[in-house]
Every structure is written in structure tokens, then in C-alpha cells.
């Protein structure tokens, strides 16, 4: 994959918070901030599936009732 450099502004505590943490880690700041966005992005994806699946879980009956009328009236859609 290729690579872009960006610059960044950011306080000094941060710098040396993400440095520290980055060489505990034996990891490059570079990849260290990569591996928290992929970190936060995963986290997020997996926010929704949850959201979607409680969504499901408390409305379902809407969606089967909404399936067994198609069933039951082919050819008749609601508007």
C-alpha cells in the first residue's frame, strides 16, 4: 500500500504520549496512529452491526407482518 506523508499539529504532551506509547509498543508514531484509526474504524463498523441487530431484534414483527401481507396480496405494494 502506498504511503503519504501528512503534517500534523498536535500539543506536546500529545507527541510525546503517542512516541512513548508507539516504542512500548515497538511500532513506528506512523504505524502506531494507523493502528488507532483502524482501532476507532473497526470499533464504529461494529457499532452499527450491534445498532442494525437491536433494530432487528425490537422490530421484527413490523417486517414479517410487512412480508406475510405481500404473501397473502402478490401484486399489491403499500405506498
Known amino acids: 500500500m502506498a504511503k503519504t506523508q ?3 499539529r498536535v500539543d506536546d ?3 510525546e504520549l503517542a512516541t512513548a ?3 512500548d509498543r515497538g ?3 506512523s504505524d502506531y496512529i494507523a493502528a488507532l484509526v483502524r482501532e476507532d474504524v473497526d470499533g464504529l463498523r461494529q457499532r452499527g452491526v450491534d ?3 437491536r433494530f432487528l431484534d425490537e422490530h421484527q414483527d413490523v417486517f414479517d407482518e410487512a ?3 405481500d404473501r397473502r396480496s402478490p ?3 403499500a405506498a
Do not use: L, N, P, Q
Request: no cysteine; glycine share 10%.
Open 6 to 8: 501528512r503534517g500534523w
Open 51 to 53: 445498532a442494525a441487530r
Open 75 to 77: 401484486g399489491a405494494h
Open 21 to 23: 506509547r508507539a516504542k
Open 13 to 15: 504532551e500529545i507527541a
Open 27 to 29: 511500532m513506528s508514531v
Open 67 to 69: 412480508e406475510e401481507a
